[in-house]
């Protein structure tokens, strides 16, 4: 690009090349995840082997293109719009320029979002069903639970519920302390029981996923009246509606990591402490994702 200061009309004509740019990213994504989801589901449900990893791998394989989708548009966004090179004299340049800069970082930052959202809708398609295994401990429990006897005595042991560790139950008789050793398959929950808590309520997903489909219209809509030098009322009917969307995809969500964390503690009590730091810890995290949300809708008013 050369040295020379640009005019604000070639600032302007950047910015839309730009903004189109970033527009086939996004549809490119969106194909690849209408493409992905179906396919993943249709492997997960051929086939009877929990720990078969093909759906993953071909998880993998489509997540790296959303990666690399966000790395170009990241590219030209500092090699094009926030390059050194677009110096400015005047203050109506720099105005020009810091504008289109901050559309185009936006729209980027948009993508990001984007990315992250596909990503987690294709690894989703791609776990295995963890409520079809979990449906078949239960009836293992069901079928052994009055079975078990006192190491010591003989007398029956109560078992009242899965275990997923080895624990020590007290003879109700002698109160000696026998040991139990969970089977194989419960012992396997422990270590999928978040995906297994998600998958029970994956409504609150899917509510999600259409609340969030919702909002990139209206922020795709947004972007093409701004592009077109729309009107600035109706730029902001559209930015108040992302605003109430948000807050829908936000109550949603916390509802959703509130019933998650709940009935992890209630399935397994013997890692409540873990799952209340983990949900610290991921109610956080989503906190802040929504801060920065809207932190972006509201900048949006003032241009």
């Known amino acids: 690009m050369s040295s020379q200061p640009t005019k604000p009309a070639d600032v302007g004509g950047l910015e839309q090349r730009y903004l189109t740019f970033v527009d086939k990213l996004v549809a490119r994504g969106r194909e690849l995840v209408a493409e992905a989801v179906p396919q993943l589901q249709q492997m997960v449900a051929a086939s009877d082997d929990i720990n078969d990893l093909a759906p993953r791998r071909v998880a993998a394989a ?18 094009q719009i926030l390059s050194p090179d677009l110096s400015f004299q005047g203050l109506l340049r720099l105005n020009t320029w810091v504008g ?17 959202r596909w990503r987690e809708q294709v690894e989703r398609a791609a776990q295995p069903d963890y409520v079809s295994e979990y449906r078949k401990v ?19 042991l109560t078992i009242d519920r899965i275990f997923v560790i080895d624990v020590y139950v007290t003879c109700p008789q002698c109160q000696t302390q026998s040991h139990f ?20 309520h994956a409504d609150y997903l899917d509510a999600n996923d259409s609340l969030a489909q919702q909002l990139d219209q209206l922020e795709d809509r947004w972007y093409d009246i701004k592009m077109q030098r729309g009107a600035k009322a ?21 509802e959703f990591l509130a019933v998650v964390y709940r009935d992890l503690q ?16 991921e109610l956080g995290r989503h906190q802040e994702g929504t801060a920065e949300r809207q932190r972006v809708i509201s900048q949006m008013a003032g241009r």
Do not use: W
């Open 100 to 116: 289109s800069r901050d559309i185009c970082t936006a729209r980027c930052e948009q993508l990001t979002r984007l990315t992250i």
């Open 234 to 254: 109706e730029r902001q009917q559209l930015r108040d509606q992302m605003v109430h969307m948000t807050q829908l995809f936000d109550r949603n969500y916390q």
């Open 138 to 156: 239960l009836a293992e429990f069901d079928a052994t639970k009055d079975s078990y006897r006192c190491q010591q005595c003989g007398s029956p």
């Open 181 to 200: 050793a969970p089977s194989t398959a419960a012992r396997a929950l422990n270590h999928v029981a978040i995906f297994l808590a998600r998958q029970l």
């Open 266 to 281: 209630q399935m397994f009590p013997e890692n409540t402490v873990h799952y209340q730091q983990q949900y610290a810890l």
């Open 62 to 79: 489509v997540t790296t293109q959303f990666e690399e989708l966000r790395a170009k548009a990241t590219q030209v966004l500092t090699e």
